[in-house]
């Protein structure tokens, strides 16, 4: 399974790039907010940190609008995936693209007739968001589980990508769903590391070392 950074903070996204497990980035106008560069200059500065897959928002409603602005972001730089949300404009606008070449990341996914309806109409990669629906007392994994069974069934070639994680078992339950991707928050790809047994472990081994040195 692929890991993308949910973020838009640069010192974040070269930490997780150093690590060596980074395959792409998601943004969203939220997180582009706290940043303090225009959206464009950041943007180009994390698709120059990280060459795989950099999803840009579009924030147009109307799909000939949605279209230019598309367009406006993937000429920023090669690896950028155009975010959508998905609605019927938004859907109009992922066929255009698409036939253009730019992939589009389709976005606000809450149900599998969303997912499968941006398959159909070209999107590279859809964005289901399982922690709001957790939080909404429904089951986000499950949801997963439904499309990536549809995509099966039907050999789509999109890429679901779990959006909206909260903490380290969402990204084990998504591999084990058999999700493409999972973009996760720094604070969690953190997590995803620590273990206290390792480093109880660490500390013995070390104080351990220290007796045979003397
Ligand atoms: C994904 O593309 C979104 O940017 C993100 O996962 C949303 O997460 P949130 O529900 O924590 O805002």
């Given at each position: 399974?692929?890991?993308?950074?949910?973020?838009?903070?640069?010192?974040?996204?070269?930490?997780?790039?150093?690590?060596?497990?980074l395959?792409?980035?998601?943004?969203?106008?939220?997180?582009c907010?706290?940043?303090?560069?225009?959206?464009?200059?950041?943007?180009?500065?994390?698709?120059?940190?990280?060459?795989?897959?950099?999803?840009?928002?579009?924030?147009?409603?109307?799909?000939?609008?949605?279209?230019?602005?598309?367009?406006g972001?993937?000429?920023?730089?090669?690896?950028v995936?155009?975010?959508?949300?998905?609605?019927?404009?938004?859907?109009?606008?992922?066929?255009?693209?698409?036939?253009?070449?730019?992939?589009?990341?389709?976005?606000?996914?809450?149900?599998?007739?969303?997912?499968?309806?941006?398959?159909?109409?070209?999107?590279?990669?859809?964005?289901?968001?399982?922690?709001?629906?957790?939080?909404?007392?429904?089951?986000?994994m499950?949801?997963?589980?439904?499309?990536?069974?549809?995509?099966?069934?039907?050999?789509?070639?999109?890429?679901?990508?779990?959006?909206?994680?909260?903490?380290?078992?969402h990204?084990?339950?998504?591999?084990?769903?058999?999700?493409?991707?999972?973009?996760?928050?720094?604070?969690?790809?953190?997590?995803?590391?620590?273990?206290?047994?390792?480093?109880?472990?660490?500390?013995?081994?070390?104080?351990?070392?220290?007796?045979?040195?003397?």
């Amino acid at each position: 399974m692929k890991l993308f950074l949910d973020s838009a903070n640069l010192e974040e996204i070269r930490e997780v790039a150093s690590w060596g497990v980074l395959d792409g980035v998601t943004t969203n106008p939220s997180l582009c907010s706290k940043e303090n560069a225009t959206f464009e200059d950041n943007i180009r500065a994390i698709c120059a940190v990280c060459a795989g897959p950099v999803s840009a928002e579009c924030v147009s409603l109307r799909a000939d609008e949605i279209v230019v602005e598309g367009r406006g972001l993937a000429r920023i730089a090669p690896n950028v995936a155009v975010k959508i949300p998905i609605c019927l404009e938004g859907l109009k606008a992922t066929k255009t693209l698409h036939a253009e070449g730019v992939p589009v990341n389709m976005t606000l996914i809450f149900s599998a007739s969303q997912a499968l309806l941006a398959a159909k109409a070209g999107a590279r990669f859809v964005s289901p968001f399982i922690g709001r629906l957790d939080d909404a007392s429904e089951d986000g994994m499950a949801l997963i589980e439904e499309i990536v069974q549809i995509f099966e069934n039907y050999r789509f070639e999109t890429e679901v990508i779990v959006a909206s994680v909260r903490h380290p078992r969402h990204v084990v339950e998504a591999a084990l769903v058999g999700a493409d991707i999972a973009t996760v928050p720094y604070g969690v790809m953190e997590k995803l590391v620590k273990h206290p047994l390792t480093d109880i472990g660490i500390e013995r081994f070390l104080a351990d070392w220290r007796k045979v040195r003397k």
